[in-house]
């Protein structure tokens, strides 16, 4: 069973209301703060609390220990890609040389990681469309936010990945 049911439902047995009481507004609000403060956000267009775009690529290492690989693009590319395990369901590639250009969150639900606005690894493109407003569409399996520096990965309409990346270049892949 997935652990983040398994702690709002044990939340809410021991900090719910009485037996035919409606909880408040605010009371909900709380829990569901509380909820959400497990999750690692990610903010479209900026990275995460620790690794920033545009933060020396050591503040990735720092953050998540030596790079699984690392693979260097050709000399005029001046492109390196590293890929940390983040945790037992997420994949990150950190794109940069020196400083951090993109990162590239790949996963299956269970992960902690998530974007700011609440998308979430096993979610269906039309909730990520919810959550985000219409999208440019890329292939078959691709739904961007150029402005918003964010793009959605999706396997069989379920989302299983997203990049983060400067909103000035958008339009670069």
Known sequence: MNHRIVFVVSLLSLAGPAAGQEPGRGQLAEWYQQYRSQFILVEAGAGLKAVTLGAPVVAAQRAWGTPRTQRRGPPWARKTSR?????????????????????VFRGRPGSLYETARGARFGMRAVEVAILYGPGK???REALAYPRRGIRFFFTGAVLTGFEVFPRAAASVR
């Open 137 to 139: 569409i890329e292939g």
């Open 83 to 103: 890929f940390f395990r983040a945790d037992r369901y997420t994949e990150i590639r950190v794109d940069g040389r020196r400083v951090v250009e993109r990162l």
